[in-house]
Nanobody
Framework: QVDLVESGGGSVQTGGSLRLSCTVS???????MAWFRQAPGKEREGVAA???????VYAASVRGRFTLSKDNDKNTLYLQMDNLKPEANAIYYC??????????????????????WGQGTQVTVSS
């Protein structure tokens, strides 16, 4: 059993910052994890992922403004989001992979590579 609990969403103005947290409990706390987001009427898309070596991978749309990190002692994944833009409006989901084997690097942000999902946290950016 794996539980992912997100927190940290909220409302900010354009240019503001938020930090999302995802705390993991269960038997796969060290498997690959990622953040995804889903805007209204759009498909869920990968935002940032952390591979088994601890190296972050980012979607092009957030690179340079979002920072992914993990505190292994707390089993918590963080997503620091700076210089937020209105296009970041979405529900943000934390995800974890069931398999110990990491996905290929080119697939780290693919939704099908992850098996466990949190309930999501809303991020709203106003212009």
């Amino acid at each position: 059993q794996v539980d992912l609990v997100e927190s940290g969403g909220g409302s900010v103005q354009t240019g503001g910052s938020l930090r999302l947290s995802c705390t993991v409990s269960g038997q796969y706390t060290h498997h690959c994890m990622a953040w995804f987001r889903q805007a209204p009427g759009k498909e869920r898309e990968g935002v940032a992922a952390l591979d088994m070596a601890g190296n972050p991978v980012y979607a092009a749309s957030v690179r340079g403004r979002f920072t992914l990190s993990k505190d292994n002692d707390k089993n918590t994944l963080y997503l620091q989001m700076d210089n937020l833009k209105p296009e970041a409006n979405a529900i943000y989901y934390c995800a974890q992979r069931a398999s110990w084997t990491p996905p290929l690097p080119v697939r780290l942000l693919h939704i099908n590579e992850y098996n466990y999902w949190g309930q999501g946290t809303q991020v709203t950016v106003s212009s």
